[in-house]
């Protein structure tokens, strides 16, 4: 389980056993979230924090935005 800090709300998670860093897209329409694995965005923030002296233990990054069903009904509604 996640928590989604801005939607106060818990998800499954694909690999529960499995320590790991989490990215979420959460469609601000629907409330859809998507979990997003991607090593570039974990390591961009290491990069970021290390001059900082900062060490990462725990990361939760959540991007707000459209989901492509919602894209499309918004282009349609207008
Ligand atoms: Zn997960
Ligand atoms: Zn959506």
Redesign the pocket.
Known sequence: MHRIASLNAFIGCPQPEHFHRCCFLI??????VSELDSASIHAAIEHSANPLGFQVEQESVEVTG??????Q?ERSDG
């Not at 459209?66 to 894209?71: I, K, Y």
């Open positions: 469609c601000r329409h629907c409330r859809s459209l989901c492509p069903n919602c894209q009904q």
